[in-house]
């Protein structure tokens, strides 16, 4: 093959090994096999989930690709996550823990499989990674920065073995400050916070429960990722505690269809050293997502509890508590035993996203992830349109005519609160709340933690909110993201994009500026007019990108 046939393309590159395989397989090779192939399809899935592809299994890790560096530190987190937490119900003959390294450059295609200096760095950088950890290059850290939250640890310029340069690499630290400043030159570090919003689509770390709070199943949410319904949680008082508890029998309320058990429990392999354990900030009651408002007053039981305690959340807002345990490692591990327990019994189908995480440890919060990615406050239009749009699910854009059929058969007939929100992905979410306000703000939680991006609520209770293109083809939910280059006097429009119910639309330049208009009488003088705005403003080529909420193309 010549220089000129070599297919080369800049892409992110994810190299993942395991931490001490070679003495597990010397123990018991069979069990290690067992074991990798287990975490390793975990690991699989979630690269598929943020669009990345495996291109070469390694023995013992993996090597994939990703379009975007951003979606592969969140894969990457996700997967570092998954991996805690089936250490965390593991015991300590199933204990796996991997390295990541994470690098943006310039590859050579050779069939299926890549090669060059990108793919080399990435595994220098996994080998300088620690336990349990994420080691990036700068080029993916510069564009991660501004749009996760994690801390950073500046490794400066490291001379690694095999690669003639040196390499500017960081070490991402799950949830602040890093505990350990570490050059490997020796010289000082500095500790740096980056902003990054955690995705996700949502593979949850976690460990364990006694008190089981949760929604039991009414009517079926409806979602496109799911691809069948899922149950309604309704809560479930606990017994009071004087003693450590399990869970009390759940009130006479509509049974949830049977579940599907979530992914196998992994088998089983050698201890290893604990990856680094998350920052912690205090527990408040009120700012737990997903759960039902009502049952806040079971939220504030547990920042009284005494002695050991922990608690763990699912997306739905299902949750379990354990409290007066013997030591935090018990409490975690029965908060998560109870909490998936529960998961597993009232999800028909189990998604990556439906498992619990641990929340609190005490009166702390240890939780990774940001708080779910949301609209502006107050989340819904301030009017609604008139004449009102009554609901109707023929009518509803970006979903399936299965989810059609569950919004007529549940959505409408519910007799309780409840809104539909519509997210990126695509993705459909609604379940019933005691209050319009507690229905909105659960449900935009949820579809926020699952898809990464602030979700539009299209519906409350039987009168839709938006006003839904007509003349032009409906291809997603837009977000901010979709308008970067809007300059600083129109993001705060570009944001509110996501809960206003006139006519309004948004077009894009090929050299930056953006037109923006609202309050249009119409579709089509909405589009006109954000055309002209676009071209007045200098811009170069302008393209029709959204009207109101929705990204539009071709009819």
Known sequence: MTESDLVRRLTTIMDIDVVGFSTMSARDEEHALGLLNARMAIAQGLVKHHRGRVFKLTGDGLLAEFASPVEAVRAALEIQEAMRAANDQAGSDNQLVLRIGVNLGDVVESGDDLMGDAVNVAARLESIAKPGGICVSAAV?????????????????????????????????????????????????????????????????????????????????STRM???????????????PSAPQTASAPPATPPAPAPTPPFPPPPAA???AAPPSTAARGYVASEVPFVPQWRERRLEE???????????????GWFAMVTRRLDETEARRRALEDCNALVEREVPIVRDFDRCAIYAVGNKVVWPYLAPPMPPAPHVPATRPSPPIPFDPATVPLITERARLNLQEHY??????????????????????????????????????????????????????????????VIGVFTPENAQSADAGRRAAVERY??????????????????????????????????????????????????????????
């Open 141 to 221: 850290y510069e564009q991660i920065e501004g749009k996760l939250t994690l801390g950073a640890e500046d490794l400066g310029e490291q001379h690694v073995k095999n690669i003639p340069r040196a390499i500017h690499a960081y070490r991402l630290t799950l949830g602040g400050p890093p505990s350990v400043a570490a050059a490997a030159d020796g010289r000082k570090t500095k500790r740096l916070a980056v902003i990054i919003g955690v995705a996700a689509t949502v593979a949850v770390l976690a460990i364990g429960g006694a008190w089981l709070l949760h929604e039991r199943s009414e009517p079926p949410t």
């Open 226 to 240: 799911a691809q069948a319904p899922a149950p309604v949680p309704v809560p479930v008082a606990p017994a009071t």
């Open 270 to 272: 050698a201890p290893v």
């Open 302 to 316: 547990y920042a009284l509890a005494e002695g050991d305690k922990a608690m763990a959340i699912n997306v739905r």
């Open 412 to 473: 409408m007939r519910t007799t309780r609160h409840r809104a539909l929100v519509l997210g990126r992905g695509p993705l459909e979410w609604w379940s019933p709340s005691e209050s319009d306000a507690d229905a909105i703000r659960r449900n935009l939680q949820t579809c926020g933690q699952i898809t990464g991006h602030p979700c539009v609520v299209y519906s409350v209770d039987d009168q839709v909110l938006v006003r839904v293109p007509q003349l032009h083809r």
């Open 498 to 555: 996501l809960i206003a119910d006139d006519w309004r639309a948004l077009a894009v330049s090929d050299n930056g500026p953006v037109g923006l208009v609202s309050g249009r009488a119409n579709e089509a003088a909405a589009v006109a007019d954000a055309l002209a705005e676009c071209t007045k403003t200098g811009g170069i080529g302008c393209m029709l990108l959204a009207i109101g909420p929705f990204l539009v193309g071709p009819k």
